[in-house]
């Protein structure tokens, strides 16, 4: 979480506040045709005027109050970002590596003497995305070990929730009453096929099953 994510979660609260209000009323049984109407046009302008600068600059303090309340820091996916203007900004990133323990005395030293890596090559060779900054700090891991950990740190940032309530959705289908005994490594094996379920579709099974009969050759199934 930085601060461009609270001050999207703070607008999004605020709109959804003003929708919830005219949901709630539109859903009484006393409104009419003409009542929904106004309600829906007064719930239009609340929207309009967000667009307005005094309406964003509200916005903008009351996020960056609650960001300093939290200590947070800068977008860090802007500081890792090759094309960025603020790449590989020194600040920025130490506050967010304070955030996972990340030693920061050597992410200091490391961030120059990237900085100074990147300047002998050429522009061409120069990583020119987040993924691409990661596969290069890759081949010079031992190097630059405090700053690959953030970079895969800002890789791994989840977007939404969306990925971890997948992942209970499919958990309580695969560990059902039939499977309660189940253990864990069997459990995780089933939970990665049944949440990547593209990558579950490309397995040639009858390699699998070649695999597994090699592997317990005195197993009384016939495969």
Not at 145 to 171: D, G, K, N, W, Y
Not at 187 to 197: A, K, P, V, Y
């Amino acid at each position: 979480m930085d601060r461009r994510f609270v001050r999207y979660l703070l607008v999004t609260k605020h709109i959804l506040k003003k929708a919830k209000f005219a949901s709630d009323m539109l859903q009484k049984p006393t409104n009419d045709l003409s009542n929904a109407i106004d309600l829906i046009a007064s719930l239009n302008e609340e929207v309009d005027a967000c667009h307005s600068r005094t309406k964003c600059q509200q916005f903008w303090d009351e996020a960056e109050d609650v960001a300093d309340c939290l200590n947070l820091p800068d977008d860090v996916l802007l500081h890792c970002y090759p094309s960025s203007s603020s790449f590989l900004d020194e600040d920025s990133l130490v506050a967010f590596a304070k955030l996972f323990n990340v030693n920061t005395d050597c992410l200091r030293c490391e961030i120059a003497t990237f900085h100074h890596l990147l300047k002998q090559k050429d522009k061409e060779d120069h990583p020119k995305g987040l993924l691409q900054m990661l596969s290069y700090l890759v081949t010079l891991k031992e190097a630059f070990s405090e700053l690959h950990c953030i970079v895969l740190i800002a890789c791994t940032l989840p977007v939404s929730s969306a990925e971890c309530e997948r992942s209970f959705s499919s958990m309580k289908l695969i560990k059902n009453e039939l499977r309660s005994v189940m253990k864990q490594e069997r459990l995780d094996s089933l939970m990665m096929l049944g949440i990547h379920r593209e990558r579950g579709e490309k397995l040639d099974l009858d390699n699998v099953v070649d695999r597994f009969k090699a592997r317990f050759p005195n197993c009384r199934i016939s495969l």
